[in-house]
């Protein structure tokens, strides 16, 4: 709990986790979206990811929102892992 906290009241901790996504790891990217998940289910969670990918896109250099993420799910259909988080 006090570490979910510390993550939450870090303003840049979420968008270091949702960049983490550029991982080669299946794993590593089921993980992040377990943990991206879990900030969606606290009250302000859901703009705090929002957020997150909007930073994602301007680093990454996305022309849209979850460009990226989606990608991964045309890509990765042979990954159960990361197509079931």
């Known amino acids: ?33 377990e943990l991206l998940a879990a900030v969606c289910l606290v009250r302000g969670g859901h703009d705090i990811i929002l957020a997150a990918f909007d930073n994602f896109k301007e680093v990454c250099g996305e022309k849209n929102r979850f460009e990226k993420l989606m990608e991964y799910f045309r890509n990765e259909d042979t990954n159960i892992d990361f197509m079931v988080s």
Do not use: D, W, Y
Not at 1 to 28: D, W, Y
């Open 1 to 33: 709990q006090s570490g979910f906290s510390l993550v939450m009241n870090h303003p840049a901790c979420v968008n270091e986790i949702a960049l983490s996504l550029n991982n080669k790891s299946a794993r590593t990217k089921a993980l992040v979206l």
